[in-house]
């Protein structure tokens, strides 16, 4: 990291830092020296990129990350407490039912119903590498960031036909805020394209998907239902085979997307990647 990088970039790499190490103690001074920022220009400069303070925003995701694993996950109530960094049971279901207005027990008795059959594979994914964007806010209001990366990779010949695009998804709808989602858009860069992809699109940077063995839950049809599949695959079928998961966003592989297909024949792979074994 170094300070001519653009400060967009340099929180960047800070926001994906944090989210790797959520189950760590997360120091801000150590934040700081990541993003090449003095402690005090740090937390303004944060604040001011994401109107939220540092820790605020490790709050927030901790108890965002609990509110899946209550939903997906099979751990006790209490034992997610604890993964959340709480001492209590109480503080828990306090803080809990403040953010999402309902208790611990009762959202993970909600979502159970929501739980029904898709065709899930595991399979081997190769590496990809990436541009990456990053949309800020509600996923059905990302079209104008698909349309800028797009004309950007136009621009540079790096699309090719039949060539997916991907998606980067950080963020559950029905427990982050709409206008604190974040999405990353992706287009592949071709294995045989030049090092170098010139100046990218102001907030964009190149990325590594990484390579491994992902479930896969195939979604048919338009993007408002896609929520049922991913409850499917994460809520209901890993949990029976006791895999070990990274802590990545989910990789959305785009077969058939809005550019080709009408709603009633999208095609998307939802990929969570697990550990070998």
Known sequence: MTASQPWVERIHRVLDHIQRHLDDEIHP???AELAGFSRHHFHRVFRG???ESVMGHVRRLRLERAAQHLKYGP????EVAFQAGYASHEAFTRAFSAKFGTSPSLYREEVANALRDVPIVLRAEPSRRVIALRHIGAYEA???TWDRLMQWAKSRRITRRGTPDFGLCYDDPDVTDDARIRYDVCVAVPTDAAAST???PEGA???TIPGGRYAVATHHGAYETINDTYVALIGKWLPRRAVELHNEPVLEIYRA????APAAELVTEICVRVADG
Do not use: A, Q
Not at 257 to 260: A, S
């Open 29 to 31: 001074e150590e934040l």
């Open 75 to 78: 751990d006790s109530v209490t």
């Open 49 to 51: 990129m994401t109107d």
């Open 205 to 207: 940077v190149e990325r």
């Open 142 to 144: 990302c079209f104008s």
């Open 198 to 200: 010139g100046t990218l």
């Open 257 to 260: 997307g809005p550019d080709v």
